[in-house]
Every structure is written in C-alpha cells, then in structure tokens.
C-alpha cells in the first residue's frame, strides 16, 4: 500500500484553511484539524503495519511420534486455551504441563499413529470441552469426555465406526450452528453429527452423494460456499455439491463437476483475488509436488474454474524460488489482520517411510503464504518460513492462543509436537524490505 506523505497532510491542512478569517472559520479550522488527525492516524497505522515482521517462537511439546494432528480448547475450564495433541493436553499458556486424557502410546515414524487428527468440541453440553480423535483411515473415530477436573483418563464414546478420508473436515457444514464431521464412508461423501439430545449414542451419517468410488484412502474433501447463496457446498477433487435449499430426507446434493488436482488435502472455499467469487485453495497431491488456486469464472452461463499453479517440481516454479513435496494439511486465516485470509501449509515429512515419495528427507518446512490482491483480479502468495524442521501432519491448525490477537500454529507429525507462539515487531522501513521474500521471477 502506498503511503500517505505527512508533508502532503500538512499541505492538506493548510488548504483547508488558507484564505478564511480566525474569527469567522473557527469551526472549519477545528473541522479540517479533526480530519487531519484521522489521516494522521491512518498514515501511522498504514505505515506501521507495513513495517511489522511476523516471527514465530517454537515451543517443542516432544519429538516423539504420537499423532499427526494437534488441536486446542479450554480443557480445564479457567479460561485460557490448552493444546491437545496425542495422548496429552497441554495447559495454557506456557504448555510446560501435560495431562495424560488417554493410554500413551509412541509410534515408529516409519509407520502409522493412531491418531490422524484430533478436534474438540462440548459434544455433550455439559460446558467442558471434550476431545475427537480420529484414528487412521476407516478406523472408528472416538470422542473423550471431559472428567471436569477429574484426574485420570477420559471416558471414551464412539463418535462413527468407519471414518474414511486422509483429510476429513470438522465444521458447521449444514448451517445449523454445530460442527459435524464431514468424510466419506461406505463409498458416499457425507457428513456424521451427534444426536445432540443423546450424546452418547454413535453419531448418524447423513450422505450427500449417490455410492461412488470414494474409499478410505481418498484424499481431499472440505466446504464452502461456492455459487454465494448463503448456504455451504461440499468441496472435493472431482467437483463440487451445491447444498439444497432443505436437507430433510437426505437428499442428493448436486454435483457440479471440476477438476481441482489429483489429489487434494483440506480444500477451501474463498475469494482470494477479491473479484466476490469464491475461488478454491488446495494441493495438486499431497505425497507429490503441486500448489494451486482455482479462479472461479464464468462459461456458458456457469460457474467453472481456471487452475493457476504456483508452485512445482522446480524452484522456478514459484515466484519467491520456494519448492516442497507432501503438502498434506491447509489451515485457512488471517494471520497479518488485514482482513484477507492467507494460509498455512508445509511438508509432510516421510508420510510414507522412504524412498516412496520424492524428496521425503527434505527439510519438514512449514510456512504461511500471505494473500496479496493486485486489484486487477490477479492475487500473489508471498511465502514465509515458520520453521524448518516440523512441517505438518495431516492436520495443521491456527488460533490466536493467547489473546494477543495473532494467529498460532499448532501441529503433530513425525517429527514430534510443536506449537509456534505469533510475535510481532515494528522496524524500519529498511530493515522491513530486507526481510520480505524476493522475487525470482516476475
């Protein structure tokens, strides 16, 4: 953003007020002085959030191999947010102490956890947070419930018996007010929710799609609204389902059909270059290489998509030279508060034990790509580096931890557990330009 000269205020000022008798304009000098107050306001704020640097303080919770996901809630009820990850939640706000919820269990990282990813939810309104832990693909999901207080381990509930999906989403898909878990099993996408008068019960799944071919180790699945009616569309690689005006009775949502990659990780639905059309953010594969955004535009009178891909199997590939495989997890956030949501990614280190995929012994690279609209429909995705030696899991998740604000990063993978404290810091201008990520193309 181009900055508002303090010179030019003045002058502003001065304009305003040149040429008018003290005693007959005082109201107008007091008018033109309150305005420029505001623009010098606007003029420091501007420029300040333009010479504030965003870095992140590790906070190593183990580097053993518990899960591949981590997640937050109040869990000990004193208002303060804890993490959950594995068999352990972590008291806020320094997370130096852990609570045991479930049996612990390390796992080779050659291999599985079980434990893909984790939500949290009050799933039977008692007003104390409970834990969803979702095992590997088409393994039961289980839900734990808060001892409030208690020592020892949860009490565990079956959420769904088979949860299938690499990348299952946890959200209010239907408008309801509530999250539900959305996923595929039995080969219909879908989505599971409690019957919330009987928590304990297993969870009801509500199909959207006729039997496909859909099986537990698809990946790719997420929501949005797609067409802008106000009601959320169910997002996968081969399309999207837009969201009847009633779901009484199950009904088949219908299918409109894209090509949003090969394989996909979390999928989202938002306007990124900022023309009021949702657009789709997702992986071309999630063991392999490809970062794309799909432009939502118009043909034939319909809603269709222009791939744009902004990252490869070449460091030219991207405008800032930045290259990585495995891009296994998305969290989609505001993480500078200017308004536009950017997102969080990175590299699944040794999603499967090595040599299978290419470049499993890369640097486990995590960052967030903030979203930069050009005003003329195009949109940038400037990279930068939170940390080079955790990368993501399955699941990545940002949330501002301690109230300061700024969006944290939490994740679990093989690699360990980790959470990154947002911190912030205004420089010069100098010092702001030497930081930011070069271009090596244009």
């Not at 000098?29 to 107050?37: D, E, G, H, N, P």
Request: hydrophobic share 35%; aromatic share 14%; net charge negative.
């Amino acid at each position: 953003m181009e900055r508002i000269s303090l010179k030019w205020l003045s002058g502003f000022s001065l304009g305003l007020t040149r040429g008018k008798e003290p005693a007959t304009d005082r109201g107008m000098q007091t008018k033109s002085l309150s305005i420029l107050a505001v623009l010098v306001a606007v003029a420091l704020t501007v420029a300040a959030k333009d010479n504030v640097l965003h870095s992140f303080k590790k906070i190593t919770l183990s580097r053993d191999f518990y899960a591949e996901g981590a997640y937050f809630g109040d869990f000990n009820h004193d208002g303060k947010l804890d993490v959950v990850a594995g068999p352990f939640w972590f008291q806020g706000p320094d997370f130096q102490k852990k609570y045991e919820y479930r049996p612990a269990k390390t796992f080779d990282p050659g291999g599985y956890s079980d434990n893909f990813l984790t939500f949290a939810y009050d799933f039977n309104g008692d007003g104390w947070t409970d834990i969803l832990v979702l095992d590997t693909p088409s393994a039961p999901a289980y839900w734990y419930e808060n001892p409030q207080g208690k020592e020892g381990h949860w009490v565990k509930h079956l959420a769904f018996s088979a949860v299938d999906n690499e990348s299952p989403s946890f959200g209010d898909l239907n408008d309801d007010g509530k999250p539900e878990l959305v996923f595929n099993t039995g080969g219909y996408l879908g989505y599971a929710m409690p019957d919330w008068d009987h928590p304990n019960e297993p969870w009801k799944f509500h199909p959207i799609s006729p039997k496909g071919t859909w099986h537990k180790y698809t990946h790719g699945i997420g929501f949005g609204d797609v067409n802008g009616d106000g009601r959320t569309d169910f997002l996968e690689i081969g399309g999207w389902w837009e969201r009847p005006a009633s779901l009484a009775g199950d009904p088949v949502w219908k299918l409109h059909p894209a090509k949003f990659g090969d394989g996909a990780a979390q999928m989202f639905a938002y306007d990124f270059n900022g023309d009021g059309k949702a657009d789709i953010l997702t992986c071309l594969h999630p063991h392999q290489y490809g970062l794309a955004w799909f432009e939502q535009i118009s043909e034939n009178g319909q809603i269709a998509f222009r791939e744009h891909d902004f990252m490869g199997k070449k460091n030219e590939d991207n405008p800032y030279g930045v290259k990585m495989t495995q891009m296994h997890a998305f969290a989609l956030v505001d993480m500078d508060g200017d308004g536009i949501k950017d997102f969080v990614t990175g590299k699944r280190w040794w999603a499967h034990k090595p040599p299978t995929d290419p470049e499993s012994d890369a640097p486990a690279a995590l960052y967030w790509f903030r979203t930069v609209r050009d005003g003329k429909g195009g949109v940038d995705f400037v990279p930068y580096l939170i940390d080079d030696d955790s990368g993501v899991g399955t699941q990545v998740v940002a949330q501002d931890l301690n109230g300061d604000g700024l969006p944290d990063v939490m994740v679990a993978n093989k690699k360990g557990m980790f959470i990154f404290m947002h911190q912030t810091k205004t420089v010069t201008q100098d010092e702001w330009e030497k930081a930011q990520p070069k271009r090596i193309k244009q």
